[in-house]
């Protein structure tokens, strides 16, 4: 069975940094690009950033570039998004997601980690 | 940027016909996909490269993509189909991201 299992998130200062995981398992992790994804409370889905199987290429979405960097360790199945300069429009669910390729979409995701930066 | 233009809100009555659009700038030569997101819960894939599904998803729902506008119908609707819906393309025509739509809800009445 696929899993996504997403940890880090929480309650955080403005200007602060976060560290998200993404714990994979039950697929070959290291074949696949993952992304990053989030919901802000009461809002659609927003793209945040993508890494492709060796991490050979990597995007950014124009509203977190220069603050966030996104990385992975296929010899531990995981994914990471280092948060820094963190705002309160940063305040979201973020989900991890894997996608073959741009013609499959994003098949699994996980059940996401709520961020808060608030004083 | 490339942006897709979604309604916010489709309303339907049960066993009928729900038609989702997506309106985006050339949209027909993209790939498209859909996905289901009910309350609490992480989105779904429902449709991918504008008419494919996963396995596990019913055949009610299906894709078509043409021009300027993609939809996602959902025939015999049922009320567990109740849910938002985003559509989603790569954008590789200036920044290279993905773009996902507003989303809209579809409301089973």
């Known amino acids: 069975e696929v899993q996504l299992v997403e940890s880090g998130g929480g309650l955080v200062k403005p200007g602060g940094s976060l560290r998200l995981s993404c714990a994979a398992s039950?697929?070959?992790?290291?074949?696949?690009?993952m992304n990053w994804v989030r919901q802000a409370p009461g809002k659609g889905l927003e793209w945040v950033s993508s890494?492709?199987?060796?991490?050979?290429?990597?995007y950014y979405a124009d509203s977190v570039k220069g603050r966030f960097t996104i990385s992975r360790d296929n010899a531990k199945n995981s994914l990471y998004l280092q948060m820094n300069s963190l705002r309160a429009e940063d305040t979201a669910v973020y989900y991890c997601?894997?996608?073959?390729?741009?013609?499959?979409?994003?098949?699994?995701w996980g059940q996401g980690t709520l961020v808060t930066v608030s004083s | 940027s490339y942006v897709l233009t979604q309604p916010p809100s489709v309303s339907v009555a049960p066993g009928k016909t729900a038609r989702i659009t997506c309106g985006g700038n050339?949209?027909?030569?993209?790939?498209v996909h859909w996905y289901q997101q009910k309350p609490g819960q992480a989105p779904v894939l429902v449709v991918y490269?504008?008419?494919d599904r996963p396995s596990g998803i019913p055949e009610r729902f299906s894709g078509s993509n043409s021009g300027n506008t993609a939809t996602l119908t959902i025939s015999r609707v049922e009320a567990g189909d109740e849910a938002d819906y985003y559509c989603?393309?790569?954008?590789?025509?200036?920044?290279?991201?993905?773009?996902f739509g507003g989303g809209t809800k579809l409301t089973v009445l």
């Open positions: 997601a894997s996608f073959h390729d741009i013609l499959t979409g994003f098949d699994y």
């Open positions: 039950g697929f070959t992790f290291s074949s696949y690009s």
């Open positions: 890494i492709s199987s060796s991490s050979s290429y990597i």
């Open positions: 050339n949209i027909g030569s993209k790939s």
């Open positions: 490269d504008d008419s």
């Open positions: 989603q393309v790569w954008d590789s025509s200036s920044d290279l991201n993905w773009v």
